[in-house]
């Protein structure tokens, strides 16, 4: 509700606003899957991932009422967002780093054992794919005899 | 005990003071509850997010046996969906009550669309074998560990469709409560914390459709 | 002589159902009590065994799977079904609410479900004991728990289950506490047991959703093989890791805030005197919630994560002890000066403050990557977190509940015998654990069943320890019982102290309050108001 938290009164939105709400999230539906089916390369996913931000934004703003009400609902949904990102971010220093300074002689990530059964054999660029933490990094590899 | 007991509507509890702050208390309550669900389905993210990362040509080949029309269709079901939830919120603000049932009347037929359509995708992967780990037995997606894409898919998707399973039974139960004249803009605390749980399912479908539909 | 009141909460309404349906937040409250120490009571059964097989190199009386069982249920249940709900859900549940002048937690249904989801949640871990136990450690690490035959699955549906009831509970006091303080309860009037519980619960709410997650993915993982934590699927073992201390990391401090907040309540009143510090203490509770969950992979720095992850953990969890070192600093600062009383909350708090400064500090070491390196699953890793969880976290509770205890039931127990009983848990908890200390920078692995001579001293010594501590824990249990039915009844405030708890009767009515309580000292103005204690052993 607004500052008035004494009353019982609801605080009722007019009907523009969700109608107007609501036709900007289906346009901007329409919006991103226009936009997938250009290949912009490395910003496919920073594009995608924008609009998706801009729309659950307007749900969370609008809908949710996180604009019109207590700041500290506000403050809870940003503190999930932050966290998640930190469980994100911090493991990724993880995932992504592996072999940066020791290099990792056996392979990073190998094909699980259900594809033998499959009898499909991976072609040399996915295998590449899957192990470039390791060959990337290979050049870096801390000489410790020195 | 000793506040105005005899003056209180029936839906106050003993242990709060005054409507107000049991209103309040409960909407607290819900968007921490909310916060555990957003912490839920991140866990899934996280998963996504790495594994995405560790092979982005696999799930770039992977996403392209999904289908798009279908995912949009559903999109823009959901999101009708949440707003006739918010607007049913709004019909009980304004003690519209026959108003209020149409619209979360509307928005469980609109919930139902949505589970059909998921259920023919399913069912159309069930049938190629496009599945998670061992039941992966489909040979047309490049890469390594193909499995993985729709492992996350299926638990990603599926976890939210579970979500909307469940709001379709509080949107049911809040059909049958409105009927009895349970709420009104005095008192609508469960149409209102439906709505957030709705909203939320909705809003995590945002992000799942471009993630697995759009660019895999 | 003190009188029992006429009607209280416990004779209020009488029979079992009356107990079952109850959603009387100190009903529930015992309800945990005992349903929590009964799980203690066979967690520490299968310590007791383990110490017991360990006092000879070679096999005393049981094989080594059967000992594999045997550690991991004793971690499992005493972490998933003892330690993480103890104080929230039997001392919280209890004295919370009073504390802040509330008639109820903001939503008592829900927090009645949470014990019943408590009971749930603890019949699949009695189950998985039952129909062949669990080796893998209470960390369930993948592959081992991928691939062992025992009946992990059962054990962590269990502690799913158990998720669910901390969270509802950690919901229930942030809201409680937001909204439910009495009219002049500010934040900074509040009692310190409140913000370490306010602390404890955002927490419990933050990461146990993780943990959840991280067990179904476990689940479904040994049943489908979706590939994420199983390297024969193409998953990732480490991140398994990183998933499981995402949550676990925090829910140390889980155990040990609320810890940390009963020790401030009983070192300022029993020591009488004004507590050093209010709101450094109250913010290094946030401080060391924020923190918790920055470093979780200190747990990991020998898995194989990357050099750098590992660096920048490192670094992290020397944060940690910032916040704690201010609460000791300020808890020794309360008592300098303060007219201390020689009871037993206290020696259980001047306990705590030796006992956990030596977990604190030799966490550090841990912290430090190179030292880790060398220190890693040793015995030191043993000594170290039971010096934390044991001297720490369970320390404070026998504190807590030694303190509050003529609350719930009126009664007080025997004065001399709780000495003795202290005396002989601290004695006993330091020769088994302060052992292990010498032992593990020797390099004696943990988890070993069968270890080299050159450490049977070490180990023998360490289980005559154990056996100290299982005496006075019997003690314990004798005089507690007992006092229910001989115990002098203790009058309203038998410490002096000046929380709102202490201001109704014992046992409390049953809302409570006549009418909502109007704060009007701060929870620790000994230097203002005077209040007589109303009990005398004599």
């Known amino acids: 509700m607004t500052d008035n938290t004494q009353t019982n009164e609801p605080h009722v939105l007019p009907l523009s606003i969700y109608l107007g709400v609501g036709s900007i999230l289906i346009f901007l539906t329409a919006v991103t899957v226009y936009a997938a089916s250009f290949n912009f390369g490395e910003f496919n996913l920073l594009i995608a991932m924008l609009i998706a931000t801009v729309k659950a934004s307007l749900v969370a703003m609008y809908f949710m009422h996180l604009k019109y009400d207590n700041k500290l609902y506000l403050l809870l949904f940003l503190s999930a967002i932050v966290f998640l990102g930190i469980f994100i971010v911090i493991t990724m220093f993880d995932t992504l780093r592996r072999g940066d300074i020791y290099e990792i002689k056996a392979g990073a990530i190998r094909d699980a054992v259900i594809y033998d059964s499959l009898h499909i054999t991976p072609d040399a660029h996915a295998l590449e794919d899957s192990l470039s933490i390791s060959t990337d990094t290979t050049e870096i590899v801390i000489d410790t005899t020195k | 005990m000793s506040q105005s007991h005899t003056n209180q509507p029936a839906f106050m509890q003993h242990h709060f003071s005054d409507a107000e702050q049991q209103r309040e208390s409960a909407k607290l309550g819900m968007w921490l509850f909310l916060l555990t669900e957003i912490l839920l389905f991140g866990g899934l993210f996280v998963f996504y ?106 638990l990603m998707t599926g976890l939210h469709g579970i979500h909307v399973f469940v709001g379709m039974c509080l949107i049911g139960w809040l059909i049958f409560k409105t009927k009895a004249g349970m709420f009104s803009s005095q008192y609508y605390t469960h149409i209102e914390m439906t709505g957030l749980y709705w909203h939320l399912v909705d809003l995590i479908w945002i992000f799942l459709f471009p993630l697995f539909y759009l660019i895999g | 002589m003190n009188k029992m009141p006429e009607t209280h909460y416990l004779n209020a309404t009488k029979g079992i159902k009356s107990w079952l349906t109850t959603v009387d937040h100190k009903r529930i409250g015992i309800l945990y009590l005992f349903s929590i120490m009964f799980f203690f009571f066979i967690g520490g059964m299968f310590a007791i065994l383990l110490r017991l097989e360990l006092l000879t190199p070679s096999e005393l009386y049981i094989d080594s799977d059967t000992y594999n069982q045997f550690f991991t249920l004793h971690g499992a249940i005493m972490i998933f079904l003892f330690i993480i709900p103890a104080i929230p859900a039997i001392l919280g549940n209890f004295v919370l609410p009073i504390m802040i002048g509330a008639k109820d937690v903001a939503f008592p249904r829900l927090n009645l479900a949470s014990w019943y989801i408590y009971m749930f949640g603890s019949m699949f871990a009695v189950f998985s004991l039952v129909s062949g136990g669990v080796d893998t450690g209470w960390t369930f690490y993948t592959p081992y728990s991928t691939t062992t035959s025992t009946s992990v699955i059962s054990m962590t549906l269990g502690a799913f289950i158990l998720g669910f009831s901390s969270i509802f509970t950690g919901l229930n006091f942030i809201v409680t506490v937001h909204k439910l303080r009495s009219p002049g309860m500010t934040w900074f009037k509040m009692p310190l047991f409140a913000w370490g519980m306010y602390a404890t619960a955002l ?193 404070a509770f026998l504190g807590g509940l030694h303190h509050w205890w003529p609350k719930m039931w009126g009664r007080m127990y025997n004065e001399t015998q709780a000495k003795i009983a202290c005396g002989l848990i601290f004695v006993g908890f330091n020769m088994t654990f302060f052992t292990q200390f010498i032992m593990g920078a020797k390099g004696m692995p943990r988890r070993y069943h069968l270890y080299d001579d050159v450490y049977r001293p070490f180990h023998a010594f360490s289980t005559y320890g154990s056996w100290v501590m299982a005496i006075g824990f019997f003690l314990m249990a004798y005089y507690l019982f007992r006092s229910l039915y001989v115990g002098k009844p203790a009058g309203d405030n038998p410490w002096g102290a000046l929380t709102h708890e202490w201001s109704i009767t014992s046992p409390p009515p049953e809302h409570n309050f006549e009418s909502i309580p109007i704060t009007e000292h701060g929870p620790y103005d000994y230097d203002k108001v005077v209040a007589k204690s109303t009990f005398t052993e004599k």
């Open chain 3, 203 to 395: 927490i419990q709410v933050l990461a146990t959703p993780i943990l959840g997650i991280t067990l179904l993915l476990l689940i479904i993982e040994r049943t489908v093989g979706i590939g994420i934590f199983d390297p024969a699927m193409g998953g990732d073992p480490v991140l398994y890791q990183h998933f499981f201390w995402f949550y676990s990391h925090p829910a140390v401090y889980i155990m040990i805030l609320p810890g940390m907040a009963i020790i401030s309540e009983l070192i300022t009143a029993h020591s009488h005197k004004k507590i050093f510090g209010y709101t450094a203490i109250a913010y290094s509770s946030l401080g060391i919630a924020f923190a918790s969950f920055i470093v979780w992979g200190h747990h990991m720095f020998t898995s194989g994560q990357s050099e750098l992850a590992a660096m920048i953990f490192s670094f992290l969890t020397f944060f940690v002890a910032i916040p704690s070192g201010i609460k000791v600093f300020n808890w020794i600062a309360t008592l300098y000066k303060g007219s201390i009383a020689w009871t037993t909350p206290m020696l259980y708090t001047l306990a705590f403050l030796f006992l956990f400064s030596i977990g604190g500090l030799t966490g550090i070491f841990l912290g430090a990557l190179s030292v880790d390196i060398h220190l890693h699953d040793t015995y030191f890793i043993v000594a170290h977190f039971h010096y934390v969880m044991v001297g720490g976290t369970v320390i």
């Open chain 2, 49 to 154: 997010a790495i594994y995405r990362a560790w092979h982005p040509e696999m799930f770039h080949n992977a996403h392209k046996v999904l289908d798009v029309t279908m995912g949009a269709t559903n999109t823009i079901v959901l999101i009708t969906s949440s707003i006739t939830m918010a607007l049913s919120i709004r019909s009980i603000q304004l003690n519209k009550i026959k108003q209020t049932i149409w619209f979360l009347v509307t928005t469980l037929l609109l919930a139902g669309t949505f589970m059909v359509i998921k259920y023919f995708e399913y069912e159309h992967k069930i049938h190629l074998g496009q599945l998670p780990g061992h039941y992966y037995t489909y040979t047309g997606v490049e890469g390594t560990n193909q499995h993985v894409f729709f492992s996350a898919y299926f």
